[in-house]
């Protein structure tokens, strides 16, 4: 199973402040139905995607693919450029409105955002802002919050409010540090119960050294608490906005999985499907798993 992006899709622009962002496009190889955007969570490149862009193609969606700034092969504000920072989720959600304006209105009605994880959050709040028009939004797996509760969870966002105020937010989080191939292991893995793409993901990191990432800072973990409020007092004003499917992996231990059905409860047109069974990583599952994905996604775009 490859994770090579096609010759010739891959393409650079340069933001109003230097930052150098990569992203690809993909025609669909069967009679067009739309188009989508791939919001990528963290450490994700379009490489990664492979798999599921060739997916989309075929169901007839045109593919967008961007790598978030800080990582894939977009640029780095860091020397250390495996560490996963970030200033404020504003900045994400202003690339993604400058991406979905770049690429233009497809006026046919039929734009589907996909969001995975820190891509679901991101894609998320710009809906509900307003930011980002969509006719449809699919979350994977969305960091809708952090699992962790009460006083331990107070107590990281003070200590990351204190490094980042103090000047240490570029730091790596305790017990976060450089990917190392050699540490990684499949027995215990929290992403995927699948052995094949666990391994097709490490080699296209191996293959593709430049999108390496490691760990996050205290910078990026107190942005996130951050706009873990936004979201949820957003979220929490608005009527009415796009379908949203919210495909929920229940053995997942990276984000919350309650504060998504609870998420999901509060808007009124998100409908959740819980898939029993799977790791975080959704869409490198399983086959019997990623087939009630695509089964969802396929009830979710009848749209022409």
Known sequence: ????????????????????????????????????????????????YSEVTGELRARGFDVWSMDWRGQGGSGRSLVNSQKGHIDRFETYIDDLEWFIEMIGASGDGNTVLIGHSMGGHIALRAVLEGRVAADRVILTAPMIDLPMTGLSRAAVAWLCRLMTRTGFGSRYVVSQGDYDLGRVRFDGNVLTSDRRRFDAIHAAIAGTPGVVMGGVTYGWLNAVFSSIGKLQRVADTIPSICPILMCTAMADT??????????????PTCKQVRIDGARHEIFHETDAIRSRFWDAFDRFTEIG
């Open 1 to 48: 199973m490859g994770m090579e992006a096609p010759d010739g899709n891959i393409r650079f622009e340069t933001l109003t402040d230097g930052t150098a962002v990569r992203f690809a496009h993909w025609p669909a190889s069967t009679r067009r139905r739309g188009r989508v955007v791939i919001c990528h969570g963290r450490t994700e490149f379009i490489e990664k």
């Open 254 to 267: 990276i984000v919350s999985v309650n504060c998504q059905t609870a998420i999901s409860n509060i808007l």
